[in-house]
């Protein structure tokens, strides 16, 4: 891709921040591991903002671009990075996990963006996992028939889905049947005390179960040694969380403030 056409991808994923604040945005990255091997499975990609402060509360950030009309700018810029500062070619066997909106992917230009990156970025084709983010403002949009339409665009491009903080709702199981994920994401509240509870531990053991369907199932906010013992013994097939690994930049593969550089 030339120049001109890596702007035109930018000029799709800028215009809510100048080129000061654009250059101090940077994501950090926190392993997910594969329980029964112990090698790292992927990265999730977690955005950090000039402000350090706003960084303890990223989701009003992200509300308040919802209020102003710029939050699909402010997705796509994220999705964009995340990709654009990922070592694809010396971490060549995990996937990198990208939290989205549906609001996002439903958006005039997002195919287009997609494809656009894709010519940019095609060592990330077939490595990249979209995680379905859950805001009460889109509890609607789960309804909409073109929400599918999009999820099967993104799966013929060789991206991967997964459904972020299952069981946390009643309609976690109608999800997952009506949206055929490739992985589910247990929400944390079933890795807390995991060793003590009976009712979490039977939850966790039926949700396992759509491995038999193709669904990898990751147990999210794994802190405790003995909770992740447990999740062993129920042979949960990938966990995530601080016990495991803090978020951070990859050190020592790539150079991040070049990764950021922009055209001028």
């Not at 030339?2 to 000029?11: A, F, I, P, Q, T």
């Not at 809510?16 to 926190?30: D, G, K």
């Not at 090698?39 to 509300?63: C, K, Q, W």
Request: with cysteine; hydrophobic share 40%.
């Amino acid at each position: 891709m030339n120049n001109d056409s890596k702007g035109g991808v930018l000029s799709m994923v800028v215009k809510p921040m100048n080129r000061q604040q654009i250059q101090s945005i940077e994501h950090v990255y926190q392993p997910i591991w594969k329980l029964d091997t112990w090698d790292v499975f992927g990265y999730e990609a977690l955005l950090r903002l000039p402000d350090t402060a706003m960084n303890h509360n990223i989701e009003s950030v992200l509300e308040q671009a919802r209020v102003d009309d710029s939050l699909y700018e402010l997705d796509t810029m994220s999705i964009f990075w995340a990709i654009q500062c990922f070592p694809f070619h010396q971490l060549k066997s995990v996937r990198l996990f990208i939290n989205v909106f549906p609001s996002t992917l439903l958006h005039d230009n997002f195919e287009s963006f997609i494809n656009q990156t894709l010519q940019r970025y095609p060592q990330a084709k077939g490595k990249i996992v979209f995680e379905l983010s859950e805001t009460r403002h889109e509890h609607h949009i789960w309804r909409f028939h073109e929400l599918k339409e999009k999820i099967s665009f993104l799966k013929e491009n060789q991206f991967q889905i997964a459904l972020n903080d299952i069981g946390k709702e009643a309609a976690t199981f109608e999800k997952i049947n009506e949206f055929s994920p490739d992985i589910i994401k247990l929400d944390r509240y079933f890795a807390r005390d995991l060793s003590t509870s009976r009712e979490k531990q039977h939850m966790v053991s039926y949700l396992i179960e759509f491995e038999k369907q193709g669904i990898l199932l990751i147990l999210e906010g794994i802190e405790e040694a003995i909770d992740l013992a447990s999740a062993k013994l129920l042979r949960v097939p990938a966990a995530q969380g601080y016990l495991l690994g803090h978020p951070e930049k990859i050190p020592n593969l790539y150079s991040w403030r070049r990764c950021l550089s922009l055209p001028e």
